[in-house]
């Protein structure tokens, strides 16, 4: 007797494509907040290292130029112009670095600018005090300007 050959199954039911799309949503879900975590803390640490090789960089231009910069913290960005200038007059920033987000001592967002320090010709700065930076997830640091050597330190509390 001969027996038809038997169909070979090829493909999947609705019903298993169905189970694999649901636990891979599961695994998504379960991945994605350790990812946007740790994209969050990149950029943080991004944020921080160009915002200390620009206050260095400062320091630099203002021993090169033999002028004084002025460093201020700008919606979005840092910016340093020749100081002294008038209050009512913007000079042309010499220095500019984009930053993700900027926000003032209160934590909101940022409207006016706000002077941090000024990095003085002797490759010194004059500050305030030290400038403070904090991500979303409480993770912060903050930056020293040893105002005899010029140094820009970073200490993390």
Do not use: Y
Request: glycine share 8%; proline share 8%.
């Amino acid at each position: 007797m001969i027996r038809p050959p038997q169909c070979l199954r090829v493909g999947m039911t609705l019903l298993e494509l169905m189970i694999v799309l649901i636990l891979l949503g599961a695994i998504g879900a379960l991945v994605l907040p350790a990812a946007t975590f740790v994209l969050d803390r990149a950029a943080f640490d991004s944020d921080v290292q160009r915002f200390r090789a620009a206050l260095v960089e400062c320091r630099v231009i203002a021993q090169r130029t033999g002028a004084s910069l002025e460093i201020a913290l700008e919606p979005g960005r840092l910016t340093a112009r020749p100081w002294p200038h008038e209050e009512d007059e913007a000079a042309d920033p010499i220095l500019t670095v984009q930053l993700m987000t900027t926000k003032g001592p209160d934590g909101e967002d940022l409207e006016e600018p706000i002077v941090l320090a000024v990095a003085l010709p002797d490759g010194t700065f004059i500050s305030n005090g030290p400038i403070g930076m904090e991500d979303g997830h409480g993770r912060s640091t903050q930056l020293l300007l040893d105002p005899l050597s010029g140094a820009v330190i970073e200490v993390m509390p």
